[in-house]
């Protein structure tokens, strides 16, 4: 009930490409999905997050697609850079943050 | 966003030993939790600490283990006791703020 799948567990992508991030959650009452970029060394940064009233939120090159129906969301990092290389991790739970849990993350490397 | 600054960054210790690990907020937050993440493992939520009183573990997590102080509400504290090699990890503190999680940079640490 409380699991977050996060898929694919690595990804390469062209620069100039898009990139693709998919997560499933079991709890229909998380309200709160974030996402967070990580990079060696440094605690996880919060990208870009989506509350279920909304199917998609855009951010600059980030965007999440929220389907509720499906208990799905994703990332699309469009015109990928070599610096958005790093581990994504999304996460799922309830409005302000509280005790979120976390998918298994996802290592991007953007090749140049 | 808060500030978060966490000591020490990265540590080496010998089995049996403790390592207490701090926490400081640049500014007062309610929510303070601490979590864990095991080498190329997702985060996973170690406890809630409670300004005032005792910290809120979760399931596979004890005090014994895991002391936690929170003497106001801009510092905590993490001890890891009495250390096997299955501790080496990276141990990042967290804070709700504007109802947002954020991430201190994280303490690596590694038990020989």
């Known amino acids: 009930q409380q699991q977050v799948k996060q898929s694919p567990q690595s990804l390469i992508v062209q620069k100039g490409g898009i990139s693709i991030i998919n997560c499933a959650y079991e709890?229909?009452?998380?309200?709160?999905f974030p996402w967070y970029q990580q990079f060696p060394g440094k605690g996880p940064a919060l990208l870009i997050a989506?509350?279920?009233?909304?199917s998609e939120k855009k951010e600059g090159r980030f965007t999440i697609s929220f389907n509720k129906s499906a208990k799905q969301f994703s990332l699309h990092i469009m015109d990928s850079q070599p610096g958005d290389s790093a581990t994504y991790f999304c996460?799922?739970?309830?409005?302000?943050?509280?005790?979120?849990?976390f998918g298994a993350g996802t290592i991007l490397r953007v090749k140049s | 966003s808060a500030v978060i600054s966490q000591k020490p960054s990265r540590d080496i210790c010998q089995r049996g030993t403790s390592l207490t690990i701090q926490c400081q907020v640049d500014?007062?937050?309610?929510?303070m939790f601490w979590y864990r993440q095991q080498p190329g493992q997702s985060l996973t939520l170690i406890a809630t600490?409670?300004?005032?009183?005792?910290?809120?573990?979760e399931s596979g997590f004890v005090i014994d283990k895991f002391p936690i102080s929170r003497p106001n509400l801009t510092f905590s504290t993490l001890t890891v006791s009495n250390m096997s090699p299955e501790d080496s990890s990276i141990y990042l503190c967290?804070?709700?703020?504007?109802?947002?999680?954020?991430f201190g940079s994280g303490t690596q640490l590694s038990v020989l």
């Open positions: 967290s804070v709700v703020s504007y109802e947002k999680l954020f």
């Open positions: 709890n229909t009452a998380f309200d709160y």
């Open positions: 989506i509350r279920p009233d909304v």
């Open positions: 996460a799922a739970g309830f409005e302000g943050g509280n005790k979120l849990v």
């Open positions: 500014s007062q937050v309610t929510m």
């Open positions: 600490a409670n300004q005032g009183s005792e910290a809120t573990y």
